[in-house]
């Protein structure tokens, strides 16, 4: 099992930054790729952006390229999400995700509200 925590998330208004952070613990986190994902109310969840185990390789929503980024600090078992230039349409509950293999496992989510 893995258990993913995540945090960072918040009220902020258009134009801001949040970083999110999503922390792993239970079973290595070695050789695992992760991702960010979002679901705003009323919506299916979304795709917003991946990293794999080295770092090496990224892949983002069109929503959010040039926007955010992704990084990960396999030390510290934590993948984050640099949120920047935040506007009202990326206001969802974010989650992250980690997939090794035939495994996967979702964090419970974090608020971010992108309003005035």
């Known amino acids: 099992q893995v258990q993913l925590v995540e945090s960072g998330g918040g009220l902020v208004q258009p134009g801001g930054s949040l970083r999110l952070s999503c922390a792993a613990s239970g079973r290595t986190f070695s050789k695992s790729a992760m991702g960010w994902f979002r679901q705003a109310p009323g919506k299916e969840r979304e795709f917003v952006a991946a990293?794999?185990?080295?770092?090496?390789?990224?892949s983002y929503a069109n929503s959010v390229k040039g926007r955010f980024t992704i990084s990960r600090d396999n030390a510290k078992n934590t993948v984050f999400l640099q949120m920047n230039s935040l506007k009202p349409e990326d206001t969802a509950v974010y989650y992250c995700?980690?997939?090794?293999?035939?495994?996967?496992?979702w964090g419970q989510g974090t608020q971010v509200t992108v309003s005035s």
């Open positions: 990293i794999s185990w080295s770092g090496s390789s990224t």
């Open positions: 995700k980690f997939t090794r293999g035939g495994e996967e496992y």
